[in-house]
């Protein structure tokens, strides 16, 4: 069974739009909520982080949001640019430092 | 520069032969995962390992084995390929219990 829920499965937004990815958990074990971008023919790359005390977390032009009484987190991307055309996984950590992952949103931003 | 490779890149193979994908990295670190991808299903943790001798089972183990007997590498092994484990292969590693996963470029393998 998936531990984490994430949608949409794809999304098409313009140049300097707002991508939007969410998810939802069910485990209240987890401790660490982290997002990875991924390429094609890449490996998923690290792109923030947030813990579960902490309800926002920005770095550039991404922001984690992280509800933790509705289990819930999710991923903006402002002002949207071409080059962060990728494939975006949400995952969450449990002890010993595994990972579950979402099932991932494919993003594609139109010049 | 420190890194993380695995080999091969590419990989097609018959039912019931044994396969095994490399995963090699430079950093010393500790801790080496190994999961799959899947259309929908995103990364599944299928071995790890926090040491040398030391393995583990994931979410999806079953025909998978893993074994370390150094700090840089950690071998997958599919004992009996099946076409069920046609998938990508991400190998990864971290450098300390809650650090950062670090991952490879993958192994695309195809069983036929």
């Known amino acids: 069974q998936q531990q984490v829920k994430q949608s949409p499965q794809s999304l098409i937004v313009q140049k300097g739009g707002i991508s939007i990815i969410n998810c939802a958990y069910e485990?209240?074990?987890?401790?660490?909520f982290p997002w990875y971008q991924q390429f094609p023919g890449k490996g998923p790359a690290l792109l923030i982080a947030?813990?579960?005390?902490?309800s926002e977390k920005k770095e550039g032009r991404f922001t984690i949001s992280f509800n933790k009484s509705a289990k819930q987190f999710s991923l903006h991307i402002m002002d949207s640019q071409p080059g962060d055309s990728a494939t975006y996984f949400c995952?969450?950590?449990?002890?010993?430092?595994?990972?579950?992952f979402g099932g991932g949103t494919r993003v594609l931003v139109k010049p | 520069d420190a890194e993380i490779t695995q080999s091969p890149r590419h990989k097609i193979t018959e039912t019931g032969r044994q396969v095994t994908l490399a995963c090699h990295q430079t950093?010393?670190?500790?801790?080496m995962f190994w999961y799959r991808q899947d259309l929908g299903h995103g990364l599944r943790l299928i071995h790890y390992?926090?040491?040398?001798?030391?393995?583990n089972k994931g979410e999806v183990s079953d025909g998978y084995s893993v074994s370390r007997s150094n700090t840089e590498d950690l071998p997958l092994t599919l004992e009996s390929a099946a076409s069920s484990q046609t998938s990508v292969y991400f190998c990864?590693?971290?450098?300390?219990?809650?650090?950062?996963?670090?991952f490879g470029p993958g192994t695309r393998l195809t069983v036929t």
């Open positions: 485990n209240t074990a987890f401790d660490y």
């Open positions: 947030i813990r579960p005390d902490v």
């Open positions: 950093w010393n670190h500790n801790n």
């Open positions: 990864a590693s971290s450098g300390s219990v809650d650090g950062e996963q670090y």
């Open positions: 995952a969450a950590r449990f002890a010993g430092n595994k990972l579950t």
């Open positions: 390992s926090y040491g040398v001798h030391d393995t």
